[in-house]
Structure formats: C-alpha cells, structure tokens
C-alpha cells in the first residue's frame, strides 16, 4: 500500500541518495523535476526560505549528481541559496519541515550536516576560492576526484571570484558552472553564442580537436607551426563573430551558454568537462523561480520567503525608515549618496534609487568595493551613505580602517540586520560589528531602536566630521519600548534613555545597561524580577561611541549606593559594549561599589542546537538576565 508521500511524489519517494538519482531512467528526469518543485513549494511557503533559486536550479542540480559522485567529488555551491534540490538528492528530504528552524536542517549548506555537503556557506563569491583549495588538494594527493563549483551572475559581480580564477591553472580536475539567470554579464550571448554552444557541447568537439591537433604536431619541421597557425586563426575568427572569451583567454575552456533547466543539455556538457580531466567553465543559462508562476513573474519577492502565517507589525522597518529618511535627506543636501552590495531591497534603498538614481549606486557584491569607493566620495566632498547588512561588513574591515577612518573621511555606515538573525543561522548574525567597529578611532557607533531615534541618529551622522555606524535589527519596532523610554521628560539630545526618573535610583536593586533589540527581553525580565521582590531599571543607549562620553551620562544616573550593574548586549563580549563602557566607568568613583558583570555572546557564534527561540539557545533570554540578579 502506497503512503500518502508516495502517492504524491512517486518517483521522488524513491530518491534517498544520489545513486538512486543515477538509477533512474532518462525519461523519468522531466517528471522527477516536476515532482521536486511541487515539494518545494509546498515545503518553504510553510517553513519559509530561499524559493525562486532553488526553483530555477532543479536540472541543473539533477545532472551534477548523475554525472558526479559526492561525498568523493565534491560539490560547492556559492551562498547557498540553490542548495536545497542537492539536500533533497543527498537524503534530507524529510527534514525539510525543520528547515531554518531553531536546531533544525540549515537553509545553507553545512559541513557537519552532512557528508555531501564538503564547504559551508552563506556569503557570496567564496566558492572558487574554496572549489580552488579542494581541487589543489586532490592533485598533491594524486586523487583522481572532481570539484564542481556552481556560483551565479550575481555572485560574479564578487571580487573574490575573479581573484580565483586569476588564481586557477588548467591542469585541476575543476568544473565551475556559471550559472546566469536572466542577467547577461558578457558578449556570450545571443545567436552566435548559442551556435558556438552547440558545436562544442557536441559529442565529437573535445574527440575532433584533440585528433586534429594531434595530428598538425607530429607533422615534421612544420607541424608546430600549421597548428599555431589554426589555432591563432580559430581565435581571431572567434573574436571578430562573438568578442573575445575571458575565460579562455586565461587558459580555461568554456562550454556554454547552455539552457540550464534542460538536464539532457546540462549533463551532456559536464561529462564532455569530466572527460577533459581539467578545468572547465560551463556557462548556464537558468529561469530564476521556473515552474512557479507567482516565483517566475517576481523572482525577487520569491527569493527569500518568511514562514507561513508569520505576522508582520503595522508601521515601517527599520530598512524602510532608513531609506525614506535617507531619501527626504537627500533631497535638501545634494551632496547625499547611497551605496548598497546587491542589496537594494534589503536595506530600504528602493526609494532612493527611484528619487536620486545619479546620486544611487549598486556596486554588486564587493562590500571591499563599496567602502572604498564611498572613501572616494567622502574625500571629493559628498556624504556617502554605506547601506550594507552587519555580517557583509566583516568583509570590508581594513577598508573601513585604511581607507575611511585612517584619514578622518565622514562616511556613513547603516548597518541593517544587527544582532541575532535566527531564520538564517549563525552565517548571518550581526553579533561581531560592535566589537571590530569599537577599536576603531574616528568614528562613532549609534544603536537606535526606534524610527525616531534611527531619524536622530542620521541627521546627527550625516552633520558630522566623522565616520559613523548606524546599527539597527531586521523588523520594526518594539511599541512598548518607544512607550518606556521616549517621554518629553528626557532631552532629545541625550544618548542614554533611562526607564526610571534620577529621584528613585537610590531605590533600585540593580539596573540593566543595554542597547538593540535586547532591550524588550530586559524589559520582560523587569517583570519576573518584580514578581521575585526585586526592583531593577534599565538604561537604554543610543550610543556606544565615544565610550568616554557615554560613561560621563551612565554615571550621572547609576545608583550611589551597593548594587548589580548587568551590561546586556545581543552581540560577542569580547571587545564589545560591556566590556568597553564598564572600563570607561571604572574611572568613576560611583562604580567602586557594584557587582558588575557582562551579559553576552561568549566565544560563541550563535549556533542553535535545539528548537527553542534563539536568546534561550543563547543564553541572553528574559530568564538568563533575571537570573543575574539573583
């Protein structure tokens, strides 16, 4: 008797590993394929994911596996986003109704996860890098195995990439799949480029040319020289009908442009790569959501899904706000620029684009790039504004060191998607920005956590002599948060927002120093600790940076006599908030007699190990800080 999922997907309820993927027959492929998109969409509009991409990388997917044989070759995907038609191949298929669930299957794909997955990811333009180093270590080791690299367009655009293939040599068993969809990134393309295609993903074209220069060589005395004269011939015919080929100009052979959702088409060409034993480029063509109608007319809302009956707050995000405050900034100072790395949606910018587009860049996904480049601005009088997520900017570190803050140039950083980001795992938590940015002179670090505050602190930067750092989480703001600690009794000018009046301070047991999203789990805390006969306030920072000065306002409004000062923070303690600003109050006598301790990330990068919400996975819930004050 057949069970419900058999029934539903007959021929993918047979597929628990690659070899049964190899097993099948030809003409199951295309129904095979269907039936992987139907679960697809029926799994990750439930769980929420990465959708379009995975839709348009099924074929594609389908051939590596019949053609290659992981875990012994290996498969790198870059980011990730397409990785999981390669989950359900390799065996995880009845995990997918825990995918980018707290200790569940993770949306990117994850070396302790699996055997088939040989390189974790999450950022863009790694994979050749890493594709690189395995397909090195199989030709010192003398292994006879393949590396596979599937990165797209977009990751293209990365600096990284180029620097591998700058790197890569042709004697590696290494096949790297560009896969485009719908975005042309060179002159290949067109008709030309499909006829070229076609000669060389023909059964004969590697068996053709080897025989033909094989035979030129072993002509006497002038072998040598017809063969150069052929192949110079061939390529200057090449360049004038299709413009010169990057990727055989730097001594790889290119296949493609292919259909990549045609699997026939896509193995034909790998195994013509594989038998070559050296490295290949396989450029694929793909339709980004195939198979789904709402995905292939939106792509871009498709991309990333957010799970099933998940409600969204009335107001805008904290993205929105920036980019609309950004753009009536803009529109009164024309020396106002925004910058973002592939990442126009993400980070609010669209509005901008659409009112400033001479004053708009998307530099792709070179975050180095991006900083850089704003230093260049800055320094010819403009006030570029730096858009980027806080696990992109790890990337661009020394840039922001050497080339802004080094020479005192007032860049803008809004550092979107700060502290913990659960759906997407420990690739994506902003949790190390406060500690790397707070080592850092010229530049000041806000933390504002409400859409007035964010206004606030853009004007203040945008005014400014220095660099700064706007950090703020993904979704909108905390009502209850605005209600606490935005009163007209407290001075709009001042950093520290405090939830108790200065008179009653004496009173208190304690009081929480904290900033970020965090400052609803200390506010929720407030009410065990009440229930347990204890009375603690919290002090609410806009400001990490000038420790120095924020210090001098803590200190003004901590209690004179014995308690516990907790500094919580949703990020890394080494280096971070805690640490900093108790080191700049320990100058003041106010501080001689408290219990100070350190709420935080402890050498820890934020991985869930089990299906409970992600500040109890790390410690950092309502009950861990109440239990500080016990």
Known sequence: MQTEKEEVYPRLSQINSPDDLKALPKEELAPLAEEIRRFLVANVTKTGGHLASNLGAVELTLAIHRVFSTPKDHLIFDVGHQSYVHKILTGRKDRFSELRQGGGMSGFPKRTESEHDCFGCGHSSTSLSAALGFAEADRISGSDAYT?????????TGGMIHEALNNSRRKLRLIMILNENEMSISKNVGRFARNLSHLRSSEGYFRTKDITASVLLHIPLIGRSIFNGFRWIKNALKGVLYGTNYFENIGLYYLGPVDGNDEEAVERLLR?????????????KTKKGKGYAPAEADPGKYHGLAPAGKVVPAGTSFSDEMGLCLTEMAQKDT?????????????????????????????????EHAVTFAAG????????????????????YDNIIHDVALQNLPVVFCIDRAGLNASDGATHHGIFDVAFLSQIPNLKIYTPITRDALRRSLELALNDSVASAIRYPSGHEDPAVAELFY?????????????????????????IVTHGRIVSEAMAALSILREQGKLVGILLLEQLKPYEEIAEQVQALLPKHSCKILFLEEEVYAGGMGMMLSDALSAYSVMQNKDVRVLALKDDFGIQEKNEP???????DRESIAREFV
């Open 614 to 620: 992600i500040l109890r996975s790390v410690g950092l």
């Open 335 to 367: 020396s106002v620029c925004a910058i973002t790395a592939a990442m126009v949606n993400g980070t609010g910018l669209l509005p901008f684009q659409k009112a400033h587009p001479a004053r708009f860049f998307d530099v792709g996904i070179a975050e």
């Open 148 to 156: 596979v690299c599937v990165f797209g367009d977009g990751a293209y």
């Open 272 to 284: 013509e790569a594989k038998d070559s034993q050296q490295s290949c480029i396989i450029h694929v």
């Open 487 to 511: 009163t007209e009794k407290q001075s709009s000018g001042v950093a520290v927002r405090s939830s108790f009046r200065p008179a009653c301070a004496e009173t208190l047991d304690g009081v």
């Open 377 to 396: 601005l800055s320094a010819s009088g403009y006030r570029p504004v730096v858009a980027i997520y806080s696990t992109f900017l790890q990337r661009a």
